[in-house]
């Protein structure tokens, strides 16, 4: 498990704080709803029409859930209720959500080289209970880190401040002393308004490219 409270400092240099979902695990909706639920995600537009009426863009149902302030049962008939689509459907969903959270092996191997140089790393990641516990089962290398923060377990996620305050305090850092690699622009310029350095997480190659070009890799 996941330290409960920050350790000593003993590197004064930028901590480097990862996202997961998008950074470290793939996550592409739109091939994820195409490959498990096909009869509703038939095609480019279908699938896209899909992602927003499930997700919301991770905002109404699909963010209480990400804060862990609905559990999947509730979810799902929430989602079906307010969609039209059957809970069968929606359930698949939900249930296919681990198996599309696959590392990405350059970006795992970018985490890799910064442990090895020493760097202290922490991660920030909306993610629901079932899925942070599988994450964490499943994933070695999610020990990595020298402490992080679930959404789900704070209820709270970005891009609301609170929980970027929440992490500053557990990680014992200022916010000019933490870069922040987010595929999801609001988290980015969240993360800046709090003075936060941010670098918005294209590939691992540009990341590490962008930590290079400000002496942080």
Request: charged share 25%; net charge negative; no cysteine.
């Amino acid at each position: 498990m996941i330290a409960a409270q920050p350790e000593a400092r003993s590197d004064d240099r930028p901590a480097i704080v990862f996202d997961f979902g998008g950074v470290l695990f793939r996550w592409h909706p739109p091939s994820m709803l195409r490959r498990v639920v096909p009869h509703l995600a038939h095609d480019e537009a279908s699938a896209a029409h899909w992602v927003r009426e499930i997700f919301q863009g991770y905002g109404g149902d699909w963010l209480a859930f990400d804060q862990g302030r609905v559990e999947v049962p509730d979810l799902v008939r929430r989602i079906a209720r307010r969609t039209g689509a059957g809970e069968a459907d929606v359930q698949a969903v939900v249930d296919a959500v681990p198996h599309e959270l696959q590392p990405i092996e350059p970006a795992v191997a970018l985490l890799a080289r910064l442990k090895a140089a020493g760097r202290r790393l922490y991660f920030l990641s909306n993610m629901p209970a079932p899925y942070s516990d599988h994450l964490e089962r499943t994933h070695g290398f999610v020990r990595w880190f020298d402490d992080g923060i679930f959404s789900a377990r704070v209820l709270e996620a970005k891009p609301d401040r609170a929980i970027f305050e929440i992490a500053q305090r557990r990680f014992g850092r200022a916010p000019h002393e933490l870069v922040f690699l987010d595929d999801h622009v609001p988290n980015v310029d969240a993360a800046r308004t709090l003075g936060w350095q941010a670098i918005h997480f294209v590939d691992a190659a540009q990341a590490e490219a962008e930590l290079k070009a400000h002496g942080l890799a």
